[in-house]
């Protein structure tokens, strides 16, 4: 891979990509923020809300919605199997991200991100409106889910033992366990405080830019997790507090620096310090 190209540069389009396609029936964008007002204060036009505690969470289980509600949210939202989804959202676009891997883990194949979000989009002055869109419903069919990018806590356990790679992407104050939460986060917290025994913490914000929250050059990518030990060669699990910022780690580690064996853990710091017997560090 050349030093200055992403493995997969096709999961990652700019502000003004998208703003050629506005009127491209084959794309459909998806604003996926931890604000759930925002998007109704103004979105990107044509764009969909998915909301991912209400839309994506199933409502019983701390779990997902199954295969059979994806099917039939994506049908609501007029995705067909074809679309290409392209995602975008608050908060640097953690929840974006979490959006997408969703999308992936039950198999939808055209994806993209926007690069900086919806701060860059407004910052450049580009349109947004109030408008909700309508789009006419589809049959989609989605496939199995794909065990090969969600860790549970089984396997965390066993790369722990093994000592096989595992990134902690929150605060160095989660990760040392001063905090037992995400600052400005005090209802997500956990009853202790710490990591996963071996865990390297690599914040999720050091792969991005602070001025305008774009990816970093993939130079500077592959020496930010090349220098921790990181490698393409390893089996990687990422995790954070519930798996949206892990989420974002995970996306640059798989299609921008091309690692073929990386998982997010979704459970996260929420499930494992709360886990009776569960090991920490601190």
Not at 99 to 117: P, S, T, V
Request: glycine share 6%.
């Amino acid at each position: 891979m050349s030093e200055d190209r992403y493995a997969y540069p096709d999961y990652l389009v700019e502000t003004a990509w998208v703003a050629e396609h506005l009127q491209d029936p084959t794309i459909r964008l998806v604003e996926s923020n931890e604000d759930p007002l925002l998007y109704e204060t103004g979105h990107i036009p044509g764009a969909v809300k998915v909301d991912w505690f209400t839309m994506l969470q199933h409502p019983l289980r701390r779990d997902f919605i199954d295969q059979a509600e994806f099917e039939a949210l994506c049908s609501r939202l007029g995705i067909r199997n074809d679309t290409t989804v392209v995602f975008y959202g608050d908060k640097h676009n953690w929840f974006a991200c979490y959006a997408f891997w969703l999308f992936a883990y039950y198999g939808h194949e055209n994806l993209k991100i926007m690069n900086g979000g919806r701060a860059k989009w407004v910052a450049e002055g580009r349109p947004l409106t109030q408008e909700v869109p309508t789009y006419p419903p589809t049959q989609y069919r989605a496939k199995a889910p794909d065990a090969s990018i969600r860790a549970f806590r089984d396997e965390v356990f066993r790369h722990m033992e093994q000592r096989l790679p595992l990134i902690d992407v929150r605060s160095p104050q989660e990760y040392s366990g001063e905090l037992l939460h995400m600052p400005g986060y005090p209802q997500e917290g956990a009853q202790r405080g710490g990591h996963i025994p071996g865990a390297i913490n690599i914040p999720w914000a050091q792969a991005v830019n602070p001025n305008d929250s774009t990816f970093k050059p993939p130079s500077e990518l592959r020496t930010l997790f090349e220098s921790h030990g990181i490698t393409p060669d390893k089996e990687v699990i990422a995790y954070c507090r519930i798996g949206e910022r892990s989420s974002l780690t995970w996306f640059v580690l798989k299609y921008l620096l091309g690692y073929p064996k990386v998982k997010n853990y979704d459970g996260s710091w929420t499930e494992w310090g709360n886990l009776v017997n569960a090991p920490i560090e601190k």
